[in-house]
């Protein structure tokens, strides 16, 4: 698959940087997950509003340090 180079504004990049979930994610990575949701609110819609509320809430609890590491998931799971 080929790649190309487009030229954004910088508050656009700002924008888009708020998006990222962890720090080395790729700016395709993260329209991608955009392009995503724009075609889940457009075929379900209610759903859709649930599941970004549910990221939103999810992104606080990582800002906050309140989440658990694979190798906690893990042992809780008995893995």
């Not at 700002?14 to 994610?25: A, H, S, T, V």
């Not at 939103?56 to 190798?71: D, L, M, N, Q």
Request: hydrophobic letters at 30%; a positive charge.
């Amino acid at each position: 698959m080929g790649t190309t180079t487009m030229k954004i504004h910088e508050d656009t990049k700002r924008m888009l940087d708020q998006y990222r979930e962890y720090k080395n994610e790729s700016y395709d990575e993260v329209i991608k997950k955009m392009i995503y949701i724009v075609k889940s609110c457009k075929s379900e819609p209610r759903l859709s509003k649930e599941t970004i509320l549910a990221i939103e809430k999810a992104r606080e609890r990582y800002k906050a340090g309140i989440f658990v590491t694979e190798e906690e998931a893990k042992k809780r799971l008995g893995l």
